[in-house]
């Protein structure tokens, strides 16, 4: 297995070797089986529609090629893994990107031992300001990081099933009945490899709008952003690192949604793709407002600290707690059971004894 051209796929090439020189001779002979008795069922299918010879030699034709890639599939895993990444590399070159998760935490590594101490002290006093840059700082800083890990681990889990169970699901396919699931598998292995690819689109980008480049940002330079001409006039921004932790915000959403993005592109959703950035932006709209509600009985500080943690618990799916959820969750509970005994089951037959009134 090739060693990949990104850091995120450094987990994979040790776990596919890792199956590849254990358990993949296993594999092999129990795909061999279910390939033969997939073939069989393939020469009966042709039978029964009346000894179709065309039905018989694509049967035949899907089990040379099965027999084959089962045979040479660490060699053809790896060739599909190359390819992507062969496109992928020369788009990510383009404009030098190189691997924009690595280089960008490796500058907010930089950036919090120059600035991120002194921010972070800088909110001893427990004002609403500092409060704020605080809860900002420790949000951005801890998102994109975990954002990378949680992309890696499943770019690498899903990549290892991929190859892992790879060898069975080809074995289906001589039989017309079952190879749903090869063509399924096929349809998987195109998307995951896909990852690599939207991943050097996005890194190609940013960097050709030349937001990568941290220092830039904290000199105030945010024409990328749109903003370069109202800030530009004002100087370097006024710490800079809040803003830095922002926008890695945003590229930690833009990283977890390319296996939503490249599954849609792959299977013609285009809107789907627009779908989920607007319902990403909603859940984080509604925990914003949500947290700030809960928290404003703590003053403006509750409010804005409210407020973030709302927004991260939006971004992952949760939902603020509130005194007056259960109470609303219990009314319309007795509320659904009371609506629902006057209901009866459907296609219910009627009853003939039963009385109708005009």
């Known amino acids: 297995m090739p060693t990949g051209i990104f850091e995120f796929q450094t987990m994979l090439t040790s776990a596919v070797n890792g199956i590849s020189a254990s358990i993949l001779g296993t594999e092999q002979s129990v795909s061999y089986v279910l ?45 599909a893994y190359s390819g992507f990444n062969q496109l992928a590399s020369s788009i990510d070159s383009a404009y030098g990107a190189v691997d924009l998760a690595k280089t960008w935490q490796l500058q907010l590594s930089t950036l919090f031992a120059d ?27 801890l998102i994109y990081p975990i954002a990378v890990q949680i992309f890696a681990l499943i770019y690498t889990f899903w990549g290892t099933c991929l190859f892992a169970m790879g060898p069975f699901v080809i074995a289906l396919a001589p039989s017309s009945l079952i190879n749903s699931l090869t ?18 689109v996005f890194g190609c980008l ?22 370069g001409p109202t800030l530009g006039a004002t100087g370097p921004l006024d710490g800079g690192i809040e803003t830095i932790g922002l926008i890695s915000i945003m590229y930690a959403i ?65 939902t603020m707690p509130s005194t007056f959820s259960s109470g609303g969750a219990y009314g319309a509970l007795s509320v659904s059971q009371g609506g629902g005994g006057s209901m009866p089951p459907p296609n219910t037959p009627d009853d003939p004894n039963m009385t109708r009134f005009a």
């Open 35 to 79: 390939m033969t008795i997939c073939l069989v069922l393939g020469i009966y299918e042709a039978y029964t529609k009346g000894g179709d010879l065309r039905s018989l030699a694509g049967t035949l034709l899907k089990y040379a090629v099965a027999a084959f890639l089962i045979g040479n599939w660490t060699a053809f895993f790896s060739d």
């Open 115 to 141: 600035k991120g101490y002194q921010a972070v002290f800088n909110a001893i006093p427990w004002t609403p300001s500092a409060l704020l840059t605080l809860v900002e700082i420790v949000f951005a800083y």
């Open 183 to 200: 063509k399924y598998y096929a349809l998987n292995l195109g998307i995951w490899n896909a990852w690599s690819i939207i991943y050097a």
């Open 206 to 227: 940013i960097t050709a709008i030349h937001a990568n480049d941290v220092n830039a940002i904290l000199n105030g330079d945010l024409g990328s952003f749109g903003l």
């Open 254 to 318: 833009c990283i977890l949604l390319i296996p939503m993005v490249a599954a849609f592109i792959l299977r013609g959703q285009f809107s789907a793709v627009g779908l989920g950035l607007s319902m990403t932006v909603s859940r984080i709209t509604h925990g914003i407002s949500h947290g700030a509600e809960l928290g404003a009985a703590a003053g403006p500080a509750g409010a804005v600290a409210g407020g973030v943690v709302g927004a991260g618990m939006g971004l992952m799916g949760g």
